[in-house]
């Protein structure tokens, strides 16, 4: 849902400075993107030809006390920040994921270590088409009160 004209250069070290506000145990920096530049797209599947960034996170390292959920959820935020300043600038973004991002060639092409996993590609670009509304759950659906 989303096409060019995509971020300058300027504006795409902006987005990714957002992700350095996620909180991080131990300041691990437990995450990091790969940029897919357009001239490397070509390696990547169709479907993930519009893809700016793959997310990647460190589920396990020297500092054993920051366990895998916690990790996970450090890069969890700064994709929610890298996001929400894509939107700041005027652009859409979109996650994209799938099972090939657990395959072999992917793990390769983006040389992953075996204490990393991809979490999803980052799409940002000039809204295309207008993502449809969903309905959101009411706060009652999800929160609940623990009882002594």
């Not at 960034?53 to 996970?72: F, M, N, S, T």
């Not at 309905?135 to 009160?145: F, I, L, N």
Request: with cysteine.
């Amino acid at each position: 849902r989303v096409a060019g004209p995509g971020r300058d250069a300027a504006q795409t070290q902006t987005i990714l400075a957002a992700a350095a506000s996620a909180p991080d145990h131990h300041e691990l920096l437990p995450w990091r993107f790969v940029v897919v530049p357009e001239a490397a797209r070509a390696a990547l599947a169709d479907a993930f030809a519009a893809a700016l960034l793959l997310a990647v996170v460190r589920l396990r390292d020297d500092d054993a006390e920051i366990q895998p959920h916690e990790r996970i959820v450090s890069a969890g935020c700064a994709l929610q920040n890298v996001l929400l300043m894509a939107h700041t600038l005027g652009f859409g973004g979109a996650l994209t994921s799938g099972k090939a991002l657990a395959s072999a060639p992917l793990r390769r092409l983006f040389d992953l270590h075996d204490d990393e996993q991809a979490l999803c590609f980052v799409n940002i670009g000039t809204v295309a088409k207008p993502k449809r509304a969903r309905a959101r759950p009411q706060a009652a659906q999800y929160v609940s009160v623990l009882q002594p």
